[in-house]
């Protein structure tokens, strides 16, 4: 049963660029939720997408981005980077419905920006 | 809104101990809260979940605890071993959205 993945692992990219980041479902999900957690910090929640849509969405400026495609996997974007981006991103996947009760969190991936 | 944080941001134990890690949170809406643990370069992984209207919930070698009282939630770990080294986050859960705080990093020496 494969879990939840995400790509790149690690990722550099300088300010002012444009990023944009993968997730892929744990199977059987159909929901996903993107968290970005600064070094020392907790997950802080940017965004959850279900049936191709933005649901709700955290404290985060319009920069940040994203899509859900019909296969359930997302993508994160976040154009315009600033240092404060850098950060560890995380999914998570969880099975339909409004709620976001047992989350399943993938690997993350590293931002560094420059 | 939410908010959820924790007393310790450290706490170390010895092999064979109980550890406990306390956690409050302010919001009474929430509807259950989790418990996550996160090993260096690694998501969150969950550990057990107690919802709102329960005081306690027992897992494998491990207890939540919540006191809705005080706004307080505990988790026991028996027996702590050195693989449950790791930072652990308590999460708020409500509609669509975990809250969670900063984390308690938990430290098991031999």
């Known amino acids: 049963d494969a879990g939840v993945t995400q790509s790149p692992t690690h990722l550099i990219k300088t300010r002012g660029q444009q990023v944009t980041l993968r997730c892929s479902p744990k199977s059987g999900h159909d929901t996903v939720s993107w968290y970005q957690q600064a070094l020392g910090q907790g997950p802080q929640f940017i965004f959850q997408?279900?049936?191709?849509?933005?649901?709700q969405r955290g404290n985060f400026p319009d920069r940040f981005s994203g899509h859900q495609f019909p296969n359930y996997s997302s993508e994160l974007n976040v154009n315009a980077l600033l240092l404060g981006d850098s950060a560890l991103y995380l999914c998570a996947s969880s099975l339909g419905g409004f709620s976001s009760y047992e989350q399943y969190f993938g690997p993350g991936t590293r931002l560094t920006v420059t | 809104g939410e908010s959820v944080g924790l007393h310790l941001p450290t706490l170390s134990v010895q092999e064979g101990d109980n550890s406990i890690i306390n956690c409050a949170y302010s919001n009474s809406a929430s509807d259950y809260f989790i418990w996550y643990k996160q090993e260096s370069g690694k998501g969150p992984q969950f550990i057990i979940d107690i919802r709102s209207n329960m005081d306690k919930r027992q897992g494998q070698r491990v207890t939540v605890l919540l006191n809705k009282t005080v706004k307080h939630l505990s988790l026991q770990i028996a027996a702590t071993q050195p693989g449950d080294s790791a930072v652990y986050f308590c999460a708020g859960g409500g509609y669509s959205t975990l809250t969670f705080g900063k984390g308690t990093m938990l430290l098991v020496s031999p």
């Open positions: 997408y279900y049936e191709e849509e933005e649901r």
